[in-house]
């Protein structure tokens, strides 16, 4: 008789290489950055409460540093890497974040690919001058929570009953002023992102100008 676990193991590698054929991923000249568009995401998704985070570190991985994060890469090969291929696992307890949090996006699957195929460096793209015009909720302040809160907050799961992923939601702890409390790091306010970096000052710039025109649902 067959090993339950050996077959067990088989389907998974399966599972993993049929996924990594349907993903293929080209730059396009899109430059990648660890820093900035890396880490918010691992950290927001991988650091929950029970996770990889410096306190409970499920595994003995804390996934909010590059050093241990490097570590878990084939630099330039993402499809060899046990970070990319526990992000594409369609269900199982080996898939990242694990149930009931949801996978990550395609769009931020194909953020780590290319950053591993890129050469995995640790870096920070320089950013251009802050432009706060036309700030608005959709365009401007829900991919800023996409990539620094909805890994935690959002779902019937989100850590701390705390939910940003609907202009409702966040209009409550915009009222309570928790919400740039925590996004600023004042008073007695949790500092967000939780494990995480402060939000960059131009990030922070666009959520004030949004604050002070009314926090509109716009």
């Known amino acids: 008789m067959f090993n ?3 077959i067990l193991f088989g389907i998974l590698v399966f599972l993993i290489s049929l996924q990594s054929c349907t993903n293929e991923f080209e ?7 660890f820093e900035t568009d890396v880490l918010p995401v691992l950290v ?3 650091t929950q409460s029970g996770c990889h985070n410096d306190i409970d570190k499920e595994a003995d991985l804390v996934i909010n540093n590059y050093n241990e994060i490097i570590g ?3 630099v330039g090969d993402y499809r060899a890497s046990k970070l990319y291929q526990v992000l594409i696992l369609p269900f199982g307890s080996a898939r990242m974040p694990p149930s009931p949090y949801s996978s990550l996006t ?8 290319l ?12 950013t251009p001058s802050c432009d706060t015009t036309g700030v608005r909720f959709g365009s401007s302040i829900v991919p800023i929570l996409n990539l620094y809160c909805n890994g935690c907050h959002s779902g019937a799961n989100a850590q ?3 939910r940003l992923d609907s202009y409702g939601e966040v209009k409550k702890y915009v009222n309570s002023g928790s919400f740039i409390g925590s996004i600023e790091w004042t008073g007695s306010f949790g500092r967000m992102p939780k494990n995480g970096s402060k939000l960059r000052s131009c990030e922070i710039s666009k959520i004030k100008k949004w604050l002070s025109d009314g926090a509109p649902n716009n």
Do not use: P, R, Y
């Open 27 to 33: 730059s396009n000249g899109q430059n990648v950055c």
């Open 72 to 74: 878990l890469v084939k």
């Open 4 to 6: 339950i676990k050996f």
């Open 44 to 46: 927001s998704n991988c």
């Open 160 to 162: 701390g009953a705390v």
């Open 106 to 113: 395609d769009e931020q699957i194909q953020t780590i690919a």
């Open 115 to 126: 950053w591993i195929e890129q050469g995995a460096l640790k870096d920070s793209c320089v």
